[in-house]
């Protein structure tokens, strides 16, 4: 199918794709993913769900894959409690998809070969350049280790498990009484008045006591510790190196040119002239037609085509031009102008046809000359082929050197600069690779990090790679010196330290200020005084609501959290900020506020979209408590 699809959705060339490591792509993790078989292939077996059972091998091969990338990213050893965790989430995986599977059985659901086709050709992993391509899609399997068959089957049963969720997604929705709800809370408003305590209005000028300092840093020590980092060596290979060194024969670019030979045709063009008496408010078809066979009677007595254009025709494009529409491909008559198209293509040079009736009116239509299509030759394509083909032939070559360097190091290659000097690399240095931030010139992608950071690289002072950074750079790793997390001497911190413990201190004094405040507040001190003794301005009460960006999100959030006051009775409430100091606030009433219909019906949407994305969580959890289930964990030892 996978063949069919592609002959019958595309006809795009496969201009330079190489498959560069390993698959990053749904297939890297397949077994853990896809669906489980629903026969006995072995003897063992990993699970029973509701009689049937999941083999052993499915689950064995599944995490196999898995295991050496969690490895990878523990460093090269698995905390046992971790790998029973992540045991056991691999085959309830694997239960879940069969208990969907049983179930979108037994309701009907099914997929045709027409959305499995679609489902297929949208699959981003089989495409090149946006486009769907049959030959990308049957190496991804093939690299992948899996046939079309396989792919097909259990791509049809997991949109025949999508079908399912969706329908339970789908199902969801918000009773009236719960949307009104909802759009007042949103909708509400509060009137609110406020004052903010800078930290800096309370900071001591009270030294901090040496003890403090050394209290903080022990109990904080995790902040300041130096990152890992290691001192690496590369080698680095580019495409643009192996690109100029590769040669492209005239023999490459005949036979290149031969497969794609149809993209080098050029269609016939036809330049033509016409004149439109259209059908508008002024003038029905009935006299539109009428007057269009009086232009052609005047056109057949020997008037000018241009001149009775410029007169009588309505197209303003054309009409200042004498009809014409200079020279165009048929491509370019669709839809609307179809038959006017089709009536020009079958005309003769120096032809009048017409009426023609399109959408838009009449047409009179004069053929002015052909230009017969032709195929560009190989020399006239060449500039356009060569850089396609030494492109293919450099990633080609570049997934060889890729190859024979790892068969080097596989056979314990002597040196890095020995495996640089046989293949053209460039040799580099990091000063300072750090874990979880990487390092300039080769970045931080996660590959590059589990290669430097591995057991192999750091205490067998292996080679690490070849490393692929993009599609186009391969790197060789070799560790000069690891170096583990340090806690910072005290003395380099303490500056650090001494700042943080003045900002809390200042930060608790404005609080226990705020706080007084509020007492004040409720024992009847109006705002304004109680503003005025701390030494602040505060603007007059008014109404916000829950998105107005005109105050502090902090304090907007405490707002809208606060318990609404009663008539005339105001709320009075002291709290921390988070960008430091504290907060005195009252919350003075509460209205309705505007709804808009537009931005509500948005949110109520997506929360109804939420709702549905639990329901279909809880069907299925739902489904696993109500199966009879046997699982054998021996599975993995």
């Not at 492109?391 to 600069?417: C, H, K, M, V």
Request: aromatic residues 8%; glycine residues 8%.
């Amino acid at each position: 199918m996978l063949q069919k699809i592609g002959d019958t959705f595309t006809n795009q060339r496969w201009l330079a794709y190489i498959l560069f490591g390993a698959l990053s792509i749904i297939f890297a993790a397949w077994g853990a993913y896809g669906i489980a078989t629903l026969q006995f292939t072995s003897g063992d077996n990993a699970a029973k769900v509701n009689g049937v059972t999941i083999p052993y091998s499915e689950i064995r091969d599944a995490w196999m894959q898995q295991q050496s990338d969690w490895e990878q990213h523990y460093g090269g050893v698995m905390p046992d409690a971790v790998k029973t965790q992540l045991e056991n989430q691999l085959l309830e995986q694997y239960i879940r998809d069969t208990l969907l599977a049983q179930r979108t059985r037994k309701l009907g659901y099914r997929i045709n070969d027409l959305q499995l086709a679609e489902a297929i050709r949208q699959e981003p992993a089989f495409q090149l350049e946006g486009q769907y391509s049959a030959a990308v899609a049957k190496l991804r399997l093939e690299q992948a280790g899996i046939t079309e068959q396989a792919y097909e089957t259990d791509l049809r049963q997991s949109l025949r498990i999508g079908q399912l969720q969706a329908g339970i997604r789908d199902s969801d929705f918000l009773t009236p009484d719960e949307a009104k709800r909802i759009e007042a809370l949103q909708s509400e408003e509060r009137e609110v008045e406020f004052a903010q305590l800078p930290t800096a209005s309370y900071l001591s000028a009270k030294p901090v006591a040496d003890a403090s300092v050394k209290a903080y840093y022990e109990a904080h020590l995790a902040d300041f510790m130096t990152p890992e980092y290691a001192d690496v060596q590369y080698a680095e290979l580019d495409l643009s190196q192996v690109m100029a060194q590769t040669q492209v024969s005239d023999q490459d670019l005949q036979s290149y040119y031969d497969k794609h030979k149809a993209e080098y045709v050029v269609p016939e063009r036809r330049h033509a002239q016409h004149i439109l008496i259209a059908v508008n408010a002024h003038r029905d078809a009935a006299a539109a037609l009428k007057r269009a066979d009086e232009v052609l009677a005047k056109l057949k007595a020997g008037a000018s085509f241009a001149a009775l254009a410029k007169q009588y025709s309505d197209d303003p494009g054309s009409a200042a031009q004498g009809g014409d529409l200079g020279w165009t491909e048929r491509s370019a008559f669709t839809g609307p102008m179809e038959a006017f198209g089709k009536a020009l293509f079958t005309m003769k040079a120096g032809e009048v046809s017409g009426p023609v009736k399109t959408q838009y009116g009449y047409h009179i239509i004069k053929l002015d000359g052909v230009e017969p299509g032709k195929t560009r030759t190989l020399a006239q394509v060449r500039s356009q082929i060569e850089p396609i083909v030494r492109r293919t032939e450099a990633n080609d070559r570049f997934g060889d050197i890729q190859d024979q360097i790892q068969e080097q190091l596989d056979e314990g290659a002597p040196s890095l600069a020995g495996l640089a000097k046989t293949f053209g690399m460039k040799i580099g240095d990091v000063a300072k690779f750090i874990r979880g931030k990487g390092g300039a010139p080769l970045g931080d992608s996660q590959d590059l990090e589990n290669a430097v950071f591995s057991d192999s690289t750091l205490t067998d002072h292996h080679i690490a790679g070849p490393v692929l950074i993009g599609n186009d750079r391969m790197v060789l790793l070799a560790d000069i010196a690891h170096h583990m997390p340090a806690a910072k001497p005290l003395a380099e911190v303490r500056d650090t330290i001494v700042a943080a413990l003045e900002k809390a201190r200042g930060n608790k004094a404005a609080l226990a200020a705020a706080q007084a405040a509020v007492q004040r507040l409720e024992s009847g001190t109006s705002f304004a005084t109680v503003a005025h003794d701390l030494g602040v301005t505060v603007e007059p009460p008014r109404f916000v609501g829950r998105n107005d960006p005109s105050i502090p999100a902090t304090i907007r959030a405490q707002l809208f959290s606060s318990p609404q006051p009663a008539h005339g009775k105001a709320v009075y409430q002291a709290f921390p900020l988070s960008t430091g100091g504290a907060a005195v606030m009252a919350v003075m009433a509460v209205r309705p506020g505007p709804i808009d219909p537009a931005r509500m019906q948005t949110a109520l949407n997506e929360l109804a979209t939420a709702y549905g994305v639990q329901s279909a969580d809880d069907y299925i959890e739902q489904a696993r408590l109500d199966a009879k289930v046997k699982k054998n964990l021996q599975v993995f030892d």
